[in-house]
Protein backbone atom coordinates (compact mmCIF):
# COMPACT_ATOMS: atom_id res chain seq x y z
CA UNK A 1 0.00 0.00 0.00
CA UNK A 2 2.57 2.45 0.82
CA UNK A 3 4.69 1.50 -2.90
CA UNK A 4 1.19 2.41 -4.39
CA UNK A 5 0.84 5.83 -2.14
CA UNK A 6 4.82 6.81 -2.70
CA UNK A 7 4.10 6.14 -6.74
CA UNK A 8 0.82 8.17 -7.18
CA UNK A 9 2.72 10.75 -5.10
CA UNK A 10 5.44 10.79 -7.36
CA UNK A 11 2.95 10.64 -10.72
CA UNK A 12 1.58 13.88 -8.84
CA UNK A 13 4.39 15.54 -8.75
CA UNK A 14 5.48 14.85 -12.24
CA UNK A 15 2.04 16.16 -13.93
CA UNK A 16 2.18 19.84 -11.38
CA UNK A 17 6.34 19.58 -12.81
CA UNK A 18 5.08 19.77 -16.40
CA UNK A 19 2.20 21.82 -15.66
CA UNK A 20 4.00 24.36 -14.48
CA UNK A 21 6.32 24.35 -17.05
CA UNK A 22 4.01 24.73 -19.72
CA UNK A 23 2.83 27.86 -18.22
CA UNK A 24 6.79 29.11 -18.49
CA UNK A 25 7.66 30.21 -21.77
CA UNK A 26 11.09 32.41 -23.15
CA UNK A 27 10.19 35.91 -22.44
CA UNK A 28 8.70 37.56 -25.46
CA UNK A 29 10.78 40.88 -26.47
CA UNK A 30 9.22 42.62 -30.04
CA UNK A 31 12.12 43.85 -31.73
CA UNK A 32 12.67 46.96 -34.22
CA UNK A 33 9.05 46.15 -35.32
CA UNK A 34 8.18 48.11 -38.31
CA UNK A 35 6.35 51.26 -38.02
CA UNK A 36 4.58 52.50 -41.05
CA UNK A 37 6.80 54.37 -43.64
CA UNK A 38 4.29 57.07 -44.36
CA UNK A 39 4.78 58.52 -40.67
CA UNK A 40 8.56 58.69 -41.69
CA UNK A 41 7.94 62.51 -41.81
CA UNK A 42 5.63 62.63 -37.84
CA UNK A 43 7.19 63.85 -35.60
CA UNK A 44 8.14 62.00 -32.88
CA UNK A 45 5.99 63.13 -30.08
CA UNK A 46 3.17 62.17 -32.26
CA UNK A 47 4.26 58.66 -32.62
CA UNK A 48 4.51 58.62 -28.73
CA UNK A 49 1.54 60.01 -27.97
CA UNK A 50 -0.01 56.77 -30.46
CA UNK A 51 2.00 54.04 -28.41
CA UNK A 52 0.27 55.72 -25.21
CA UNK A 53 -2.59 55.89 -26.44
CA UNK A 54 -2.81 52.28 -27.46
CA UNK A 55 -1.52 50.91 -24.48
CA UNK A 56 -3.68 52.47 -22.50
CA UNK A 57 -6.43 51.23 -24.43
CA UNK A 58 -5.14 47.64 -23.33
CA UNK A 59 -4.74 49.06 -19.48
CA UNK A 60 -1.11 49.63 -19.41
CA UNK A 61 0.20 52.85 -17.63
CA UNK A 62 2.31 55.06 -19.62
CA UNK A 63 5.04 57.29 -18.90
CA UNK A 64 7.18 59.01 -20.60
CA UNK A 65 11.30 58.72 -19.94
CA UNK A 66 12.70 60.55 -22.82
CA UNK A 67 12.98 61.36 -26.38
CA UNK A 68 11.93 57.50 -28.20
CA UNK A 69 11.49 55.88 -24.51
CA UNK A 70 8.46 55.17 -22.65
CA UNK A 71 7.88 52.92 -19.32
CA UNK A 72 5.08 50.69 -19.49
CA UNK A 73 3.48 49.29 -16.03
CA UNK A 74 0.51 46.42 -15.99
CA UNK A 75 -1.36 45.43 -13.48
CA UNK A 76 -3.23 42.83 -12.95
CA UNK A 77 -4.70 41.48 -9.37
CA UNK A 78 -1.09 40.47 -7.88
CA UNK A 79 0.57 40.30 -11.16
CA UNK A 80 3.04 43.27 -12.43
CA UNK A 81 4.58 43.42 -15.58
CA UNK A 82 6.96 46.17 -16.19
CA UNK A 83 8.59 46.94 -19.65
CA UNK A 84 10.31 49.70 -21.75
CA UNK A 85 9.21 50.33 -25.05
CA UNK A 86 11.81 52.50 -27.43
CA UNK A 87 10.52 54.19 -31.01
CA UNK A 88 11.11 56.18 -33.97
CA UNK A 89 9.91 57.05 -36.63
CA UNK A 90 11.06 53.57 -38.55
CA UNK A 91 10.50 50.75 -35.75
CA UNK A 92 10.11 50.21 -32.01
CA UNK A 93 10.81 47.67 -29.86
CA UNK A 94 8.80 46.11 -26.28
CA UNK A 95 11.55 45.33 -23.54
CA UNK A 96 11.21 43.41 -20.82
CA UNK A 97 12.12 45.08 -17.35
CA UNK A 98 11.01 43.43 -14.17
CA UNK A 99 7.70 41.57 -13.15
CA UNK A 100 5.55 40.97 -10.03
CA UNK A 101 4.30 36.85 -9.42
CA UNK A 102 4.67 35.82 -12.70
CA UNK A 103 7.29 33.14 -12.50
CA UNK A 104 10.15 34.86 -14.18
CA UNK A 105 13.20 32.36 -13.98
CA UNK A 106 15.85 34.38 -16.27
CA UNK A 107 15.02 32.50 -19.44
CA UNK A 108 10.80 32.20 -19.43
CA UNK A 109 8.37 33.46 -17.53
CA UNK A 110 4.65 32.77 -17.24
CA UNK A 111 3.04 32.56 -20.71
CA UNK A 112 0.04 35.38 -19.42
CA UNK A 113 3.00 37.92 -19.67
CA UNK A 114 3.48 36.86 -23.64
CA UNK A 115 0.18 37.31 -24.42
CA UNK A 116 -0.30 40.95 -22.90
CA UNK A 117 3.10 42.08 -24.63
CA UNK A 118 1.52 40.33 -28.13
CA UNK A 119 -1.88 42.07 -27.12
CA UNK A 120 0.09 45.45 -26.52
CA UNK A 121 2.14 44.95 -29.66
CA UNK A 122 -1.05 44.44 -32.20
CA UNK A 123 -2.66 47.53 -30.52
CA UNK A 124 0.56 49.74 -31.25
CA UNK A 125 0.40 48.71 -34.78
CA UNK A 126 -3.11 49.13 -35.09
CA UNK A 127 -3.01 52.59 -33.93
CA UNK A 128 -0.05 53.40 -35.96
CA UNK A 129 -2.11 52.48 -38.80
CA UNK A 130 -4.74 54.50 -38.09
CA UNK A 131 -1.84 57.24 -37.78
CA UNK A 132 -0.90 56.59 -40.56
CA UNK A 133 -3.71 56.97 -42.59
CA UNK A 134 -4.97 60.10 -40.98
CA UNK A 135 -1.72 61.70 -41.28
CA UNK A 136 -1.09 63.78 -44.32
CA UNK A 137 2.68 63.04 -46.06
CA UNK A 138 3.53 63.26 -49.94
CA UNK A 139 4.78 60.38 -51.60
CA UNK A 140 8.09 58.61 -50.29
CA UNK A 141 10.95 59.48 -52.85
CA UNK A 142 14.00 57.96 -53.73
CA UNK A 143 15.42 60.20 -51.24
CA UNK A 144 13.35 60.01 -48.56
CA UNK A 145 14.05 55.93 -48.53
CA UNK A 146 17.59 56.97 -48.29
CA UNK A 147 17.40 58.67 -45.65
CA UNK A 148 15.35 56.42 -43.77
CA UNK A 149 17.81 54.20 -44.86
CA UNK A 150 20.81 56.36 -43.17
CA UNK A 151 19.40 57.04 -40.28
CA UNK A 152 18.83 52.96 -39.48
CA UNK A 153 22.65 52.74 -39.42
CA UNK A 154 23.31 55.78 -37.61
CA UNK A 155 20.63 56.23 -34.89
CA UNK A 156 22.21 53.38 -32.56
CA UNK A 157 26.30 53.96 -33.41
CA UNK A 158 28.45 55.17 -31.01
CA UNK A 159 30.17 57.41 -33.64
CA UNK A 160 30.32 60.44 -33.83
CA UNK A 161 31.51 60.71 -36.89
CA UNK A 162 28.74 58.35 -38.49
CA UNK A 163 26.43 60.46 -36.88
CA UNK A 164 27.76 64.16 -38.12
CA UNK A 165 28.08 62.71 -41.74
CA UNK A 166 24.20 61.87 -41.41
CA UNK A 167 23.73 65.76 -39.79
CA UNK A 168 25.85 66.88 -42.86
CA UNK A 169 23.61 65.11 -45.33
CA UNK A 170 20.05 65.19 -44.01
CA UNK A 171 20.65 67.88 -41.19
CA UNK A 172 16.71 69.67 -42.61
CA UNK A 173 14.78 66.73 -42.51
CA UNK A 174 12.78 64.90 -39.67
CA UNK A 175 15.42 62.98 -37.79
CA UNK A 176 17.10 65.47 -37.33
CA UNK A 177 16.70 66.14 -33.22
CA UNK A 178 16.81 62.66 -32.80
CA UNK A 179 20.64 62.82 -34.18
CA UNK A 180 21.48 65.51 -32.24
CA UNK A 181 20.44 64.51 -29.31
CA UNK A 182 22.37 61.06 -29.75
CA UNK A 183 25.40 63.64 -30.50
CA UNK A 184 25.11 65.32 -27.35
CA UNK A 185 24.57 61.99 -25.43
CA UNK A 186 28.11 61.09 -26.97
CA UNK A 187 29.75 63.98 -26.38
CA UNK A 188 28.70 63.97 -22.75
CA UNK A 189 29.79 60.44 -22.05
CA UNK A 190 32.99 61.49 -23.01
CA UNK A 191 33.80 64.64 -21.16
CA UNK A 192 32.12 62.94 -18.14
CA UNK A 193 34.65 59.87 -18.57
CA UNK A 194 31.95 57.28 -18.50
CA UNK A 195 33.00 54.88 -20.08
CA UNK A 196 30.87 52.28 -22.77
CA UNK A 197 30.34 48.66 -20.87
CA UNK A 198 33.24 45.96 -22.03
CA UNK A 199 31.36 42.55 -22.70
CA UNK A 200 34.62 41.48 -22.34
CA UNK A 201 34.66 38.44 -19.86
CA UNK A 202 32.82 35.64 -18.45
CA UNK A 203 29.04 35.56 -18.60
CA UNK A 204 26.51 32.37 -17.36
CA UNK A 205 24.61 31.85 -19.54
CA UNK A 206 21.02 29.90 -19.51
CA UNK A 207 19.18 29.26 -22.81
CA UNK A 208 15.62 27.62 -23.21
CA UNK A 209 14.37 26.32 -26.74
CA UNK A 210 10.77 26.43 -27.34
CA UNK A 211 9.31 23.86 -30.06
CA UNK A 212 6.31 25.41 -31.53
CA UNK A 213 3.03 23.11 -32.03
CA UNK A 214 2.80 21.17 -35.14
CA UNK A 215 5.91 20.56 -35.69
CA UNK A 216 7.56 17.72 -37.54
CA UNK A 217 8.39 14.66 -35.30
CA UNK A 218 11.79 14.71 -36.22
CA UNK A 219 12.37 18.79 -35.00
CA UNK A 220 14.33 19.15 -31.95
CA UNK A 221 12.24 19.53 -28.85
CA UNK A 222 12.29 21.75 -25.98
CA UNK A 223 16.00 22.12 -24.27
CA UNK A 224 17.49 24.17 -21.72
CA UNK A 225 21.64 25.01 -21.88
CA UNK A 226 23.59 26.51 -18.56
CA UNK A 227 26.82 27.14 -19.53
CA UNK A 228 29.73 29.57 -18.82
CA UNK A 229 30.53 31.89 -21.89
CA UNK A 230 34.22 33.17 -22.31
CA UNK A 231 33.59 36.41 -24.37
CA UNK A 232 36.93 37.91 -25.56
CA UNK A 233 37.82 40.44 -27.80
CA UNK A 234 37.98 38.98 -31.88
CA UNK A 235 35.28 36.16 -33.19
CA UNK A 236 34.96 32.88 -31.72
CA UNK A 237 32.19 30.15 -33.01
CA UNK A 238 31.36 27.45 -30.22
CA UNK A 239 29.00 24.62 -29.41
CA UNK A 240 27.50 23.85 -26.07
CA UNK A 241 25.70 20.66 -25.47
CA UNK A 242 22.83 19.27 -22.95
CA UNK A 243 22.27 15.78 -23.74
CA UNK A 244 22.72 15.26 -27.23
CA UNK A 245 21.19 18.89 -28.26
CA UNK A 246 23.79 21.69 -29.07
CA UNK A 247 23.45 25.50 -29.35
CA UNK A 248 25.61 26.89 -31.93
CA UNK A 249 27.12 30.25 -30.23
CA UNK A 250 28.81 32.71 -32.29
CA UNK A 251 30.13 35.95 -31.40
CA UNK A 252 32.69 39.44 -32.63
CA UNK A 253 33.36 41.40 -30.16
CA UNK A 254 36.11 44.82 -31.19
CA UNK A 255 36.35 48.02 -29.55
CA UNK A 256 33.56 50.01 -31.18
CA UNK A 257 30.68 46.68 -32.17
CA UNK A 258 29.55 43.57 -30.50
CA UNK A 259 27.04 41.13 -31.22
CA UNK A 260 26.57 37.60 -30.51
CA UNK A 261 23.91 35.10 -32.54
CA UNK A 262 22.37 31.49 -30.96
CA UNK A 263 21.46 28.81 -33.49
CA UNK A 264 19.90 25.30 -32.40
CA UNK A 265 21.41 22.65 -34.71
CA UNK A 266 19.70 19.43 -35.23
CA UNK A 267 19.38 16.51 -37.03
CA UNK A 268 21.90 17.63 -39.61
CA UNK A 269 19.91 21.01 -39.71
CA UNK A 270 20.25 24.18 -37.93
CA UNK A 271 17.78 27.13 -37.47
CA UNK A 272 18.73 29.76 -38.14
CA UNK A 273 17.99 33.07 -36.58
CA UNK A 274 18.98 36.90 -38.14
CA UNK A 275 19.37 38.70 -34.82
CA UNK A 276 22.69 39.73 -33.66
CA UNK A 277 22.71 41.07 -29.79
CA UNK A 278 24.30 43.57 -28.44
CA UNK A 279 25.69 43.23 -25.27
CA UNK A 280 25.80 46.47 -23.61
CA UNK A 281 24.86 46.39 -19.68
CA UNK A 282 26.10 43.44 -17.45
CA UNK A 283 22.30 41.47 -17.23
CA UNK A 284 21.21 40.81 -21.05
CA UNK A 285 17.77 39.00 -21.44
CA UNK A 286 17.12 38.19 -25.13
CA UNK A 287 14.71 36.85 -27.33
CA UNK A 288 14.58 35.38 -30.94
CA UNK A 289 12.05 33.50 -32.74
CA UNK A 290 12.58 30.99 -35.64
CA UNK A 291 10.40 30.77 -38.62
CA UNK A 292 10.08 28.14 -41.26
CA UNK A 293 11.97 30.89 -43.35
CA UNK A 294 15.16 30.24 -41.57
CA UNK A 295 14.85 26.57 -40.16
CA UNK A 296 14.55 23.56 -41.75
CA UNK A 297 10.32 22.69 -43.47
CA UNK A 298 7.89 22.04 -40.76
CA UNK A 299 10.03 23.44 -37.65
CA UNK A 300 10.01 26.47 -36.08
CA UNK A 301 10.43 27.72 -31.88
CA UNK A 302 11.34 30.44 -30.05
CA UNK A 303 14.88 30.89 -28.16
CA UNK A 304 15.32 32.72 -25.07
CA UNK A 305 18.52 33.56 -23.51
CA UNK A 306 19.96 35.03 -19.88
CA UNK A 307 22.88 36.03 -19.82
CA UNK A 308 24.47 37.51 -16.61
CA UNK A 309 28.58 38.77 -16.51
CA UNK A 310 30.37 37.54 -13.73
Not at 192 to 201: E, H, L, M, W, Y
Not at 202 to 220: E, I, L
Not at 226 to 255: P, Q
Amino acid sequence: MKFRLYGLALAVIAVLATACEQRVQPIYNPTNVPIPQSLAFTSLEEIGEGIKRAGASQNWQMTDKGAGEIEAVLKIRTHKANVRIDYSQISYSITYVSSINLLENGAGIHRNYNTWVRQLESAINVNLQKLATTTKNEQLTTGDKAMMEAWKQAENTNDPLVLQDFMDRYGDGPYAAAAQQRLNELAQLRTSGVKRFDPTGTWRVVATYKANTGNTSWCGRDNTWVFLLDFRKGRFSRTYWSGRAGLYVTGENADDFVNLKFDYPEGGHQWKWTERFKLDSGDERLTATSTTGGTPPGCSGTIGVHMVKQ
